[in-house]
């Protein structure tokens, strides 16, 4: 079964700072991978994606990241973080099968503070 | 236009009580999801659909059941409302073709008193 690590549930960064966010994955197979984001009380958008290709994917505002396949991580990468990227941070494995169940498995979160 | 529209945003109810949230997208997908997150903002699959195959999630209670009248909508049935059922609910949709985007509504808080 895949699975999704997170292991800070919450992160702290000056306004201006840079910003990794860790995701380690558990799959059988090429993973799909994706970072989601959700601001409070919102649903959650989609940052970035990985399918296949080039390792290192540029998503929306900023963000980018890079598969590792030997050490099975994904982090999500910014150079300078904005007061307006405080949120909580999902990365997910996608498992699509085309006939059984499918879906995403997400991480439980992390929880982005920016600080003055 | 809004993709997956949920509704409502917000319900508050009693337990014991019976409540639908509804789920439509416009984008002519074939595979829509229901996702809970909890507290803790984890969130977890509860069902998926396509072309009239339902997977659940064996975690899901029964009291759960979804509804797909047509292809654009999956409406979420829950009964007997328990006090841990209180959970933001997210609908998701994916396209044909095996395109692995997922597109999500903008939630429904759920709070059972």
């Known amino acids: 079964a895949q699975s999704v690590t997170q292991p800070d549930i919450h992160i702290t960064v000056s306004e201006g700072a840079s910003l990794e966010l860790r995701c380690n994955y558990s799959?059988?197979?090429?993973?799909?991978l994706f970072w989601y984001v959700q601001s409070p009380g919102q649903g959650l958008q989609l940052l970035l994606k990985?399918?296949?290709?080039?390792?290192l994917v540029q998503g929306i505002k900023g963000f980018e990241a890079e598969f590792k396949r030997s050490q099975s991580s994904f982090n999500l990468r910014k150079p300078s973080v904005h007061w307006s990227d405080a949120a909580e941070y999902f990365c997910a494995v996608g498992y699509f099968s085309g006939g059984g169940a499918d879906g995403l498995t997400f991480g439980k979160g992390t929880h982005l503070i920016i600080q003055p | 236009d809004t993709a997956v529209s949920q509704t409502p945003k917000y319900l508050v109810t009693q337990m014991g009580n019976d409540k639908s949230i509804k789920c439509e997208q416009n984008?002519?997908?074939?595979?829509m999801y229901w996702y809970k997150q909890d507290s803790k903002k984890f969130l977890k699959i509860m069902f998926s659909?396509?072309?009239?195959?339902?997977?659940i999630n064996e975690t899901v209670p029964n009291r759960f059941s979804p509804k797909s009248p047509d292809k654009a909508h999956l409406n979420l049935h829950i009964n007997s409302l328990e006090l841990g059922d209180s959970a933001v609910y997210f609908c998701?949709?994916?396209?044909?073709?095996?395109?692995?985007?997922?597109?999500f509504g903008s939630g429904t808080q759920l709070s059972v008193l």
């Open positions: 990985y399918f296949s290709g080039d390792t």
């Open positions: 659909y396509n072309n009239k195959e339902l997977i």
């Open positions: 799959y059988g197979a090429t993973p799909y």
């Open positions: 984008l002519g997908h074939d595979t």
């Open positions: 998701a949709s994916r396209a044909p073709g095996g395109g692995e985007k997922l597109f």
